[in-house]
């Protein structure tokens, strides 16, 4: 009894985290994070222009994304693909913030 207990607990929470992480308003957060992470990776590459082509790109599609996140058309989708979708936006996450760091240094004086 108890074991059935514990699973049934282990299952309501997975549940909810499955729930959490294919809410509209998550992807919404996600897309304005990467759209952030885009703009600073602009601001610390000013001189190339084959990446500001990229990072403006990304910017676009965030902002797209950020509008499909409210329409009722994406809560229509399956859970299979909004689940593609975000390792998609977690791995574009991880680019930038790797983008970011390998960054070169606006000075040569040390802070």
């Known amino acids: 009894m108890l ?5 049934r607990i282990e299952a309501v929470k997975a549940q909810r985290k499955l729930a ?6 998550s ?3 996600m897309a ?6 885009a703009l600073l990776a602009s ?3 000013p001189r190339e222009k084959d990446i500001h082509k990229l ?6 599609e965030m902002d797209r994304l950020s509008e499909l996140a409210d ?8 859970t299979g693909k909004k689940l593609l979708l975000r390792q998609g936006l977690e791995e574009s996450r991880v680019q930038l913030l790797e983008s970011i760091e390998s960054a070169p240094s606006p000075t040569q004086t040390l802070q």
């Open 71 to 78: 329409r009722p058309e994406f809560r229509k989708l399956s």
């Open 32 to 37: 304005m994070e990467i759209r952030d992470l």
């Open 20 to 25: 959490r992480q294919v809410d509209p308003r």
């Open 3 to 7: 074991g059935w207990l514990k699973d």
């Open 55 to 60: 990072i403006r790109s990304v910017i676009v």
């Open 43 to 45: 601001q610390l590459n």
């Open 27 to 29: 992807f919404k957060r």
